[in-house]
């Protein structure tokens, strides 16, 4: 009977174990959900079960994976975002909410 290797492949400088088989994966495939939220359930050693909620913090953007790949922090997406400001002409305000008032001005 033939021992299973369970040394390391090195792979342009990522090591992955040689028993890992990605070949039927799908990239983003929990993106959305991941968006809106999760439960992440841990079974404790002593028998016990923790239940976490997990939900991106309030104005958190999450970067599709293959953005992700070009800013490895956020600071790199800050300054991208800063070059993009810069080339946009005028100045821009924030959208602000319509009420009853602005739209019966208009109207």
Do not use: W
């Amino acid at each position: 009977m033939k021992k299973v290797s369970t040394k390391t492949t090195q792979r342009d400088g990522d090591a992955m174990r040689a028993e890992y088989d990605f070949t039927g994966g799908i990239r983003g495939k929990h993106y959305r959900d991941m968006q809106a939220g999760c439960t992440i359930t841990i079974h404790q050693p002593d028998g016990t079960t923790v239940v976490k909620e997990v939900k991106p913090e309030e104005g958190a953007v999450v970067l599709a994976p293959d953005v992700r790949e070009y800013f490895p922090d956020s600071e790199s997406v800050n300054t991208a975002l800063r070059s993009i400001i810069k080339l946009i002409p005028g100045k821009r305000y924030p959208a602000r909410k319509r009420t009853q008032a602005t739209e019966t001005k208009k109207g």
